[in-house]
């Protein structure tokens, strides 16, 4: 109970898809999109009750597992180091999956928008706050850039996530900026997310070297 009080902010974003989903439940069709291909048309679809209540049921899930996964973590000490950035973390999360269906109830209802647009402006703003707060993340098992190099050295850990932290701010400030200007965005998003995930695995494994040579001339 007490948990449930101090995420009352979470349970909200959590919970407020049922404020559409009970107002408007007739005005909905029966089948409801709940696959979009990468030019924001639907390409798969599922029954009403289906469609409308599985991401907030996903949402209240990954709401559970973040709250277990400090516990089942071999380095769950470590999340006391950094409790407000991960109280956050999990706050963008569940903002993330309410904002992903409130775009496609809203499509649902007829409402057709240039949806691959605003999905890839969502997952640019989701990367754009992730990267204010992941270079505060301390070593775990499950939440940051979690790679051999930087689980074995707390160094490698740390200046692993502050480049990913710049990266993911000002790369998705600049592909906000460029996206309206390319006529097929679809083209660049997804080589864009794979950049900047490759980039901090890469790093981690040149600095875990860098560090090892060091300490062996010593």
């Not at 009970?22 to 030019?39: E, L, R």
């Not at 000490?77 to 993330?96: G, M, P, Q, T, V």
């Not at 703003?125 to 940051?144: D, E, H, M, Q, W």
Request: proline share 6%; charged share 15%.
């Amino acid at each position: 109970m007490k948990t449930l009080k101090k995420d009352w902010l979470t349970w909200i974003i959590i919970l407020s898809p049922l404020v559409l989903i009970i107002g408007c439940w007739d005005k909905f069709p029966d089948q409801i999109p709940t696959h979009f291909g990468m030019n924001g048309q639907p390409d798969d679809y599922s029954g009403k009750a289906f469609g409308l209540l599985m991401l907030p049921a996903i949402n209240v899930l990954t709401y559970l597992l973040f709250l277990v996964l400090p516990k089942i973590d071999p380095r769950g000490k470590n999340y006391k180091l950094f409790a407000d950035k991960y109280k956050i973390i999990r706050i963008i999360f569940h903002a993330f999956f309410t904002f992903i269906f409130f775009l496609t109830a809203f499509y649902a209802l007829g409402n057709h928008f240039n949806l691959s647009l605003i999905m890839f402006y969502g997952l640019l703003t989701l990367f754009l706050l992730l990267g204010n707060y992941i270079g505060n993340v301390r070593p775990n098992f499950f939440i940051g850039v979690r790679t051999a190099w930087t689980l074995s050295n707390e160094e490698v850990w740390v200046k692993t996530h502050r480049l990913t932290a710049k990266i993911w701010v000002f790369g998705s400030l600049i592909m906000m900026v460029i996206l309206p200007f390319v006529p097929q965005p679809d083209y660049i998003i997804l080589p864009f997310i794979i950049i900047i995930s490759i980039i901090p695995i890469v790093y981690s494994y040149l600095i875990f070297r860098k560090i090892k040579s060091s300490n062996h001339e010593l």
